[in-house]
C-alpha cells in the first residue's frame, strides 16, 4: 500500500500499535505543564534521557517553576541542565523566556492560554519545532510538530518537501480532510488537537525502532 496521504500514515502507525508507551494522554511527559516549556528548549541537539536527568536536577532543588526560572543565578542553572548540552547558551535562553512569560501573560496558566506561535517564535532561541511542541504539549493547542525524524520517514516514503511549513501542511491537511475516518479510528470524539499530540508521538515512537544511522525502515508501514 502506497502512503498517499497523512490520514494514512496515521491509520499504519495505530495498525502497528503505536502508540506503544501510553505514558501521558499527550504522549509528551507531564503534558499540559510548564515542565514541558523546560523541556522542550532543553531537548534542542540531545537526547531525551538526557533532558530527563537535567529535569530531575531542577526538580531536586525545587526550581521547575516558571518564578524559580526566571530569577535563578545563571551558574546555578548552568549547572542543573549541564546534562542536556550546550548548557550556557541554553540556561540563558530559558531564563530569558521564563522573564519573558511573566512580563508579558504575567502566570503560566494564562501564557497556556493566550501566547501565540508568532510570540514563542519571537523568543531567542526557540524556532518552529519548539514553539510547536511548546503550544501542542504544553499548552493543549492545534499543533502539528515536524521534527528530523517526521522529515526522514516521509523521505523514505517518497516525498520531497521544500521547508518546515510544507511538512506540517501535508501532515494537517491529511488529517483534516479525514478527520471522521481519524475518529473512528479512535473510537471517540479525540480533540484535534489531542490527535495532532498523539501522531507526533507515533512518528518519534517508530522512528526509534525503525531508524539505524542513514537506514529508514518503512516495509511495516506499507503493508
Known amino acids: 500500500m502506497n502512503i498517499t496521504n497523512s490520514y494514512e500514515l496515521l491509520k499504519a502507525f495505530k495498525k502497528l500499535g503505536y502508540l506503544k508507551e501510553e505514558r501521558d494522554p499527550l504522549w509528551w511527559p507531564n503534558a499540559l505543564t510548564f515542565e514541558v516549556v523546560v ?30 526560572l526566571a530569577n535563578v543565578e545563571i551558574k546555578t542553572l548552568q549547572t542543573l541542565i549541564k546534562p542536556s548540552g550546550f548548557y550556557n547558551t541554553k540556561a540563558k535562553r530559558l531564563r530569558q523566556l521564563c522573564k519573558n512569560i511573566l512580563q508579558d501573560f504575567g502566570d503560566f496558566d494564562t501564557f497556556q492560554q493566550s501566547v501565540s506561535r508568532e510570540w514563542l517564535l519571537a523568543q531567542k532561541g526557540v524556532g ?10 504544553a499548552c493543549g493547542k492545534e499543533a502539528m510538530v515536524v521534527d528530523s525524524y517526521t522529515q526522514r520517514i516521509l523521505e523514505a516514503l517518497g516525498y520531497t518537501f521544500e521547508s518546515y511549513e510544507e511538512i506540517q501542511n501535508w501532515l494537517i491537511d491529511g488529517i483534516v480532510e479525514n478527520l471522521t475516518q481519524v475518529r473512528e479510528l479512535y473510537g471517540y470524539e479525540i480533540p484535534l488537537s489531542t490527535i495532532y499530540s498523539r501522531f507526533h508521538g507515533k512518528i518519534v515512537e517508530y522512528a526509534k525502532v525503525h531508524i539505524r544511522g542513514k537506514s529508514v525502515k518503512i516495509e511495516e508501514l506499507c503493508l
Open 39 to 68: 523541556g522542550a528548549l532543553l531537548t534542542q541537539q540531545t537526547k531525551w534521557q538526557k533532558v530527563e536527568k537535567s529535569l530531575q536536577n531542577l526538580k531536586d532543588e525545587n526550581l521547575l517553576d516558571l518564578h524559580s
Open 128 to 137: 518552529e519545532e519548539t514553539a510547536d511542541s511548546i503550544l501542542s504539549y
